[in-house]
């Protein structure tokens, strides 16, 4: 397997585990859990963190001029980046909801 594509499986695995993370932690905000929202959601900030710094090798291969070629498996490596990174953002802003909606 070539190097980029061990760092797209990378990015896939790690923000697939953030994306499911900031989901259970919506799920447990929604059943009051709040406390262990905010640690599905400290979580997924960690596992997405892994798959960003993957990320980020490959911009840094670019800026060094290496070539990195754009295949089906990056592209959806990069979907899958932005993903995980709105349900982010939503299980947080869900997290703050539920607790103002039910006190």
Known sequence: MEGTELVAF????SVGT??????GAIDAAAAGN?????QLIKE???AFTGGH????EL????????KVEM????????DQLMSA????ILANKFLELYKKVNG
């Open 85 to 88: 990174e709105a349900f982010g």
């Open 34 to 38: 709040y406390e262990e929202a905010a």
């Open 10 to 13: 990378n990015i896939i695995a």
């Open 18 to 23: 953030a994306r499911s993370n900031y989901i």
């Open 59 to 66: 911009l840094t291969k670019m800026a060094q001029g290496e």
């Open 44 to 46: 997924g900030e960690e």
């Open 53 to 56: 710094s993957a990320h980020g």
């Open 71 to 78: 295949t089906l498996l990056l592209t959806h490596a990069e």
